[in-house]
């Protein structure tokens, strides 16, 4: 029971991982039946409020862990990462976008092996990570909802409701387009307080 409670926080986030294929295979399933396009959204929220829980049940419990701060953040990348990959693939999400948000989850991948140098509570999510991940999940619920049939192209912008506000997919793509802009700037805030960090670290061993 005392492990149970030691690491709720860190099976919440794992839930979120084996939620993933789940979603995955929902989306799937909208091809032959639209209908399955709310039970994907459904996994999906119940994947974003978990994002939520998590944190707030390892704040309130006093059970934030190492593997927490570390793991929390790759899960997120990992649900939405698989997301955007299958949202692209049914031809709803433009190839830009989703280079820019994988990339920038391969940049924060790349460097754990840095972060396990230094103090992974001095480089814990910054605010605007965090409010790139809740935008994101929104706009990619708006999408989730977007009935067929989805003419985008595969690595132009034509095809897309850009221009049509009555449409799930409208809200979804501009959404997305803010929380990009956020997810970039905390990618820079991320990356700028890992390199001053390993600068302190070697600044502090001796000769």
């Given at each position: 029971?005392?492990?149970?409670?030691r690491?709720?926080?860190n099976?919440v986030?794992?839930?979120?991982?084996?939620?993933?294929?789940?979603?995955v295979?929902?989306?799937?399933?909208?091809?032959?039946?639209?209908?399955?396009r709310?039970a994907?959204l459904?996994?999906?929220?119940?994947g974003?409020?978990?994002?939520?829980?998590?944190g707030q049940?390892?704040?309130?419990?006093?059970?934030?862990?190492k593997?927490g701060i570390?793991?929390?953040?790759?899960?997120?990348?990992?649900?939405?990462?698989?997301?955007?990959?299958?949202l692209?693939?049914?031809?709803?999400?433009?190839?830009?976008?989703?280079?820019v948000i994988?990339?920038?989850d391969?940049l924060?991948?790349?460097g754990?092996?840095?972060?396990?140098k230094?103090?992974?509570?001095?480089?814990?999510v910054?605010i605007?990570?965090k409010?790139?991940t809740?935008?994101?999940f929104?706009?990619l619920?708006?999408?989730?909802?977007?009935?067929?049939?989805?003419?985008?192209s595969?690595?132009?912008?034509?095809g897309?409701?850009?221009?049509?506000p009555?449409?799930?997919?409208?809200?979804g793509?501009w959404?997305?387009?803010?929380?990009?802009?956020f997810?970039?700037i905390?990618?820079?805030?991320?990356?700028?307080?890992?390199?001053?960090?390993?600068?302190?670290?070697?600044?502090?061993k001796?000769?």
């Amino acid at each position: 029971m005392d492990f149970l409670k030691r690491n709720l926080a860190n099976i919440v986030t794992m839930l979120r991982v084996a939620l993933t294929p789940l979603f995955v295979a929902f989306m799937v399933l909208t091809n032959s039946n639209p209908d399955f396009r709310y039970a994907a959204l459904g996994v999906f929220a119940f994947g974003a409020v978990t994002d939520w829980i998590d944190g707030q049940v390892a704040r309130r419990m006093n059970i934030v862990t190492k593997f927490g701060i570390v793991v929390d953040p790759l899960a997120d990348r990992l649900f939405i990462g698989a997301t955007i990959i299958t949202l692209y693939a049914m031809r709803m999400l433009p190839l830009l976008f989703l280079v820019v948000i994988l990339g920038r989850d391969l940049l924060m991948v790349a460097g754990y092996p840095f972060i396990r140098k230094i103090d992974p509570e001095k480089v814990a999510v910054h605010i605007t990570g965090k409010l790139a991940t809740a935008i994101l999940f929104v706009a990619l619920g708006c999408l989730i909802l977007a009935p067929a049939p989805h003419t985008g192209s595969y690595t132009g912008f034509s095809g897309y409701a850009f221009t049509d506000p009555g449409t799930w997919q409208f809200w979804g793509l501009w959404l997305f387009v803010v929380g990009a802009v956020f997810s970039l700037i905390s990618a820079g805030i991320y990356v700028s307080r890992v390199i001053e960090l390993l600068k302190e670290e070697g600044q502090e061993k001796p000769d």
